[in-house]
């Protein structure tokens, strides 16, 4: 069972509703393998191998629901288990959307604090708002501890040091250009207080593109409960700890200078 870092239980969990992450994708791959299985079922020629298609693109949706609608809150519930929470740290959720994270961490934070940044892109996840989020924070019953904020990751409206710990769901892949994913890693990086930790669940391939800008961290699959529809859409989670002062300090603020 998931504690409290003074080994209290966490307060109950009661329905939030978290929408569907990039929605368009189980639509039109849920249409299309319905599309194919009835076409399969009136003709003769091709028969087999569009049955086939069909049923492939249909495993692909519920591999993909799966993981947005369950599959991730576990992941994150375990791996927000796993870094040691102490309950009275700040916490920043970039690209929270409607809080699936952000509450998840809240929690934790009984004495402590959970921000959320956001853009509020209907086309990354199914009815995105802050308000959505902040109604999600009440029903889970740790609206008090919970604030959202519209802002872009590629400048964040926060001091340097401000958090504890910085987390970030599949958001920063979804910034077009790689200059401005790396601006995005390198804000995450600035408002980390030194020791503070960041973790960065993204696609396998967007994750180690992060871990070798930023110099340092570990990278980790996430597993089959985290795949967006199959393995060659897993999720890699990058965990940082952020030097503190020294000479690894001193590197970091040159790589975030240099591409300021």
Request: net charge positive; charged share 20%; with cysteine.
């Amino acid at each position: 069972m998931s504690t409290n870092g003074d080994g209290s239980p966490l307060p109950p969990l009661h329905r939030p509703r978290y929408g569907v992450d990039a929605p368009a994708v189980p639509i039109v791959n849920g249409a299309a393998g319905v599309a194919c299985c009835l076409a399969a079922a009136r003709w003769r020629r091709g028969r087999t191998a569009t049955a086939a298609v069909g049923a492939v693109l249909l495993a692909f949706t519920g591999v993909y629901l799966h993981t947005t609608l369950r599959g991730k809150l576990r992941v994150w519930a375990r791996e927000l288990d796993r870094i040691g929470l102490k309950g009275d740290e700040q916490l920043l959720d970039l690209g929270c959307g409607r809080g699936a994270v952000l509450i998840e961490a809240a929690r934790r934070l009984p004495a402590g604090r959970a921000d959320g940044a956001d853009l509020w892109s209907g086309k990354d996840q199914s009815g995105n708002s802050a308000e959505a989020t902040l109604a999600n924070a009440a029903a889970a019953a740790v609206g008090d501890r919970v604030q959202v904020h519209t802002a872009d990751m590629t400048a964040l409206p926060f001091a340097d040091g401000s958090f504890d710990v910085v987390t970030s769901a599949l958001a920063i892949h979804n910034i077009p250009s790689h200059e401005g994913r790396c601006r995005a890693v390198d804000e995450a990086m600035r408002v980390l207080r030194p020791g503070g930790q960041l973790l960065i669940a993204d696609f396998w391939w967007m994750a180690g593109k992060y871990a070798a800008h930023i110099g340092q961290g570990t990278l980790r699959p996430l597993g089959s409960g985290y795949w967006y529809g199959g393995p060659f859409l897993g999720i890699t989670l990058l965990h940082v700890v952020k030097p503190t002062e020294g000479t690894g300090a001193q590197t970091m603020r040159r790589r975030t200078e240099g591409n300021a």
